[in-house]
């Protein structure tokens, strides 16, 4: 399956879409147009998503992840292969090879987010501004707590009309100001309750080597007015009416070790570049990339309200989810299409579904298939 270019006779080049139809066991080719008309490329891009979407259907059938009991190889004391691999290492092709999803992005207050259908999204990733004063080009970060929640209430009514059933949304968020101390984690959980979420829990992420080694605030080495240094942030979970979550996918992609360690209440990584990122308050690539391998499978869709500088779609693309993004501020899309373009292959490694063969790959797959054939 590609897009490939032939050249005619006078020299002129055309885009071809190719691919190999099983049913007829044979390469074809659909013309797409001058290789040098945009619609031409367009084109090809769309038949090739359409073949592979078209092809998920399939992975679902061939394709389940293998614990201890289902090995990829079993035989029978006889050395017998009773259970062969092909499939499955079909299947393993596809994701491999998978067009990735181009997020869709909307330059507009998420108060309203009217373009996508109800119940449509598995999972929301986000952080909202703190209201902190931050300079935002398109947005006040210095409302009144009352007007602020407002706001946030208003985004999280068309985050549940949105949310599929059992369907979650994770807010990083951080408590602000110290005199005094304003505990946004718990104004937002009770607003979250109201609106009718259900609570999951809550994620504490430990910044503590990213924190530096300044001295804490308040009163230096006495007990006249010491001030606590907060070196963490806030991950509320929630989910839409069910704990279960509702979704035609069923394949994962996160390992067991990853699934035990994204249990834990407390998750510990750094913090990222604010200058580097292009934002003033980005999170790091690793939070969205946790919530998205422990709470959506292969094929789902995310969505952010907040996109800011656009980690969320880059890592739900590279990670083979469907994305969107809300960013009210316009002079983040460069930002945005520079990181979103990155995400240029799948970062799903094959080990994700070859739990008993952690070395594998695709060549050593192939050569299982040829020496256990059936």
């Not at 991950?235 to 360690?261: A, G, Q, Y």
Request: charged residues 30%; hydrophobic residues 30%; positive net charge.
């Amino acid at each position: 399956m590609s897009v490939t270019t032939k050249k005619s006779k006078e020299g002129r080049e055309y885009l071809y879409f190719s691919y190999y139809d099983q049913h007829e066991k044979k390469k074809k080719e659909i013309y797409c147009g001058p290789k040098e008309d945009n619609d031409a490329l367009q084109r090809a891009t769309e038949l090739k998503r359409e073949y592979l979407l078209n092809q998920y259907k399939e992975i679902e059938k061939q394709l389940k992840v293998l614990d201890e009991r289902d090995a990829p190889i079993k035989k029978k004391q006889s050395g017998e292969t009773i259970r062969s691999i092909e499939n499955q290492t079909s299947a393993l092709e596809l994701i491999k090879n998978a067009s990735l999803y181009d997020p869709e992005i909307y330059f507009k207050s998420s108060e309203n987010m009217s373009e996508v259908e109800k119940e449509s999204v598995q999972l929301i990733v986000t952080s909202p501004p703190y209201n902190v004063g931050k300079e935002y080009v398109a947005y006040n970060d210095n409302k009144q707590l009352d007007e602020y929640l407002d706001f946030l209430d208003r985004v999280w009514r068309e985050c549940k009309r949105i949310l599929c059933k059992g369907g979650r949304i994770a807010i990083n968020v951080a408590d602000t100001w110290r005199q005094p101390y304003i505990p946004l984690h718990c104004y937002i959980s009770v607003r979250m309750l109201k609106l009718g979420f259900k609570m999951r829990g809550v994620i504490y992420w430990n910044k503590g080597a990213s924190a530096g080694i300044s001295t804490a605030w308040g009163s230096w080495r006495s007990p006249s007015n010491p001030t606590i240094r907060d070196v963490g942030e806030y991950i509320l979970i929630f989910s839409k009416d069910s704990f279960k979550l509702e979704s035609e996918n069923k394949i994962p992609t996160i390992t067991s070790t990853e699934f035990t360690e994204y249990t834990k209440s407390v998750w510990t990584f750094p913090t990222t570049n604010g200058v580097k990122d292009g934002h003033p308050a980005p999170f790091p690539e690793e939070l969205p990339r946790r919530l998205i391998k422990f709470y959506t499978y292969l094929g789902d869709t995310v969505l952010d309200p907040f996109l800011g500088s656009g980690t969320t779609c880059k890592v739900a693309k590279a990670w083979g989810r469907k994305s969107i993004g809300y960013e009210i501020d316009k002079s983040y899309k460069p930002e945005i299409q520079k990181k979103v373009g990155r995400a240029s292959e799948l970062a799903i490694p094959l080990d994700n579904f070859m739990i008993n063969d952690k070395g594998a790959t695709l060549d050593t797959l192939l050569a299982q298939i040829e020496s256990h054939s059936m």
